[in-house]
């Protein structure tokens, strides 16, 4: 289950800072790469920081690992991926930099969608394939 901040709540208890781990089963439609799929939950660590004009600022991490066949040579493959992810939560509707909030909550599972879209790469190698594309 995604977990939510409750920015009021959290306001109303003077933490304006926190830390967020979790897991959560990816959007198999996401993959884009054929005989590939996700071999778990995906892993969260994000930490936030809510500003004085109540934005939240979120910054983590997310991992998961991917496996199938090669998208090279069709052996079977897995991969672990590790990637970086920030966003900028304001109140009110998002403007297309940054996501909206409202009543106080911010949901975040467009973030996590677009942030897993975006670390996912275009295709699944295995260890040979690798070694010899980086030759």
Known sequence: MIPEIDVRGCIAKKMTEGTLTFSFEADEALLDIPFVKFAGPVQAELAYVIADDFS???????????????SRCLTKAAKDYVCDVEGLF?????DGESYGYTNGKVILDEFLRDSLMFALPSRLLCEACEQWENE
């Open 56 to 70: 939240v600022q979120l910054t983590g991490k997310i991992g998961f690992t991917l496996q199938g066949e090669c």
């Open 90 to 94: 304001e109140r009110g509707k998002g």
